[in-house]
């Protein structure tokens, strides 16, 4: 059986009036990869993104996630993926159960599959002494954990991590990434952004945005033996000034 | 269904955690309707006066008596010169000095006319005004008393009478101006700050994101609000017949009717907020500025829509509050059913549809 592709970008595009956000861009991502989706601020990812999981109409091109057209199976493609934000956003004033069950019921999980998605969760992250505590009392690095879990409560397909490691620590980012790491490794695609170029060395493999165009994409390796480059840091800093 | 009940669930979580909205929601009410009913009130009761009784008679006693025997005045001291009136005055001790004529039962019987002099302490004009007519009328009374003794002259005075609210009750006028602040105030304010928080918190993006539908997400957010809203409505109902002795002449299932249709436009004017608000504070800022002030302002709830000028006439026409305070007045004091309030349903009908037609519309079901 060949690898399969489960998001395939071709031509992408997004203009807000005359300005051109994202610049026709076009790649795939390999069932089961870690794909780095990396970008200076402004560069468009965060467009790209909100193209991909169905809250942001393309302007032309086309794209499928999961097997599905983003313009006109979004719904199906929601059922699919995952999502975390820089923000972890989660509820602060419910507890840590309750928001389980709160995302469970979201997703359309059943009583008993909550249950027991609940009791799995906890017992990997080792939050079964504080399921009661509200959210709000946990320190940064428990919610970031907490809200990873919780993008993967519905057995997503593809889950998208919009810089989930802004703002926490060097101990807890390493933490997290091994968390990404079990998650491809049980078959997870992750599709993630961020700012840390150690990061994108951890990754299969990197697009690097320009302006709205990828710039470069292929594995870390192969890309500082593009650009000639020690680590991942001058290889961005190289393609980001041109 | 199942994913709505737990989002309401969840909702209700959000309303119960929070002391401060919970506050608001149900120590609000309470707290305004036994203010505007207890202490911000039009009326006179045991007013204060002083008696300057120059002639001492029969007639001036018994006026004397009469007035003290109202509920309205207390006889607080008699004062034997002029030049007391105004020491009494700067003391605060009373708000009314009546002022009777020499010979006033003399004047009486030869001329057939004598004087009382009523003087106020206008500081208050409102009062003054008040009390000035409560003297009036107990003299007029007296008055008439005494020519239907003597029967002979043919004295035709108007007669006012009050109907709705005889005793001009000042809660009366209250309640369902307060009623309608408050269901504006859960309604509005509280649904379009709920959902502006989830924008806030970056939760809205996770749900857009999620299979549940953008429609649901608001239904789900509004409901609690609704039915929160029904119980407050309840409560001031209770407590205004109960405490404040308001009538309730009318249908209460079609006040309740009512009351559901002026709660789901304040709703949609919660969401409409909401959709052009980024931040908690701009949703409140815009409640507080743009749905409370004409609430209070322009509604008729405090000012007579007919005294004020014509530009502020005309605005008072887009304030669903005003139609609304119009429908209450006429169930609960008139007791009229719907074949007299018909054109104000409609009308706050026809609002409610525009509203939530707009807000359904310009609530961005894709973040940009």
């Known amino acids: ?242 | 269904m199942k994913r709505f009940i737990g989002f309401v669930t969840k909702e209700f979580y959000h309303i119960f955690r929070d002391r401060r909205s919970l506050f608001i929601l149900f120590g609000m009410p309470i707290v305004q309707i036994l203010l505007f009913g207890f202490a911000i009130t039009n009326e006179i009761n045991n007013v204060n006066i002083a008696i300057l009784d120059h002639s001492k008679d029969a007639n001036t006693q018994e006026i004397i008596n009469k007035i003290s025997a109202s509920k309205y005045f207390s006889i607080n001291q008699l004062i034997e010169r002029e030049s007391d009136i105004e020491a009494v005055f700067k003391k605060g001790q009373v708000k009314a000095v009546l002022n009777f004529e020499k010979d006033f039962s003399k004047n009486l019987i030869k001329n057939r006319q004598a004087t009382v002099q009523i003087i106020t302490d206008a500081t208050d004009p409102n009062t003054a005004n008040t009390i000035t007519n409560y003297v009036s009328s107990i003299l007029q009374n007296y008055q008439m008393e005494q020519n239907k003794a003597v029967k002979i002259n043919y004295v035709i005075g108007p007669q006012p009478r009050m109907v709705y609210n005889a005793e001009l009750k000042s809660v009366y006028m209250f309640v369902p101006g307060v009623m309608t602040i408050i269901l504006m105030l859960v309604s509005a304010m509280m649904t379009s700050i709920s959902i502006t928080r989830e924008k806030e918190l970056g939760t809205m993006e996770i749900l857009l994101v999620s299979p549940i539908k953008p429609l649901l997400v608001i239904i789900g957010k509004v409901f609690p609000y609704i039915f929160l809203s029904i119980v407050n409505a309840i409560v001031i109902v209770v407590l205004s017949i109960f405490i404040f002795k308001m009538p309730m002449q009318g249908s209460l299932i079609l006040l309740a009717l009512e009351s559901i249709l002026f709660i789901l436009s304040a709703l949609s004017l919660g969401i409409l907020i909401s959709t052009v608000s980024a931040t908690q504070q701009t949703a409140m800022m815009i409640s507080l500025m743009g749905l409370m002030l004409p609430v209070i302002l322009l509604s008729g709830f405090i000012f007579p829509i007919s005294s004020m000028p014509l530009p502020l006439q005309i605005i008072s026409n887009i304030i669903p509050a005003k139609w609304f305070i119009i429908i209450l007045k006429g169930i609960m004091l008139k007791g009229v059913g719907i074949q007299f309030i018909w054109k104000e349903t409609l009308i706050l009908l026809g609002m409610t549809v525009f509203c939530l037609a707009l807000s359904v519309k310009k609530y961005k079901i894709r973040l940009e």
């Open chain 1, 1 to 242: 059986m060949k690898i399969t592709n489960v998001i395939e970008a071709n031509g992408l595009t997004k203009m807000f009036g005359d300005f051109t956000a994202v610049n026709a861009i076009t790649f795939e991502v390999k069932k089961g990869e870690i794909f780095g989706f990396l970008g200076a601020n402004g560069a468009g990812k965060t467009t790209a993104i909100k193209m991909l999981i169905g809250i942001s109409i393309p302007t032309s091109g086309a794209a499928k996630v999961a097997g599905y057209d983003v313009f006109t199976q979004a719904e199906d493609i929601k059922k699919n993926i995952g999502y975390m934000s820089q923000k972890f956003a989660l509820y602060d004033d419910l507890t840590v159960k309750e928001n389980i069950t709160f995302f469970g019921g979201i997703y359309g999980l059943s009583k008993s599959r909550i249950k027991e998605k609940t009791k799995e969760l906890l017992e990997d992250l080792g939050l079964e002494d504080v399921a009661s505590q509200l959210v709000g009392s946990l320190p940064l690095g428990w919610k970031q954990k907490l809200s990873f879990s919780v993008a993967l409560i519905h057995d997503p397909k593809i889950v998208f991590l919009d810089e989930p490691t802004g703002g926490v620590d060097p101990i807890t980012r390493r933490q997290f990434w091994e968390m990404i790491y079990r998650a491809s490794s049980q078959g997870t695609t992750i599709f993630v952004t961020t700012h840390y170029m150690d990061e994108a060395e951890y990754c299969d493999r990197v697009s690097i945005m320009v302006n709205g165009k990828i710039e470069a994409l292929d594995t870390p390796k192969k890309l500082k033996e593009q650009f000639h480059a020690d680590n991942m840091n001058d290889v961005f800093l190289k393609l980001a000034r041109g």
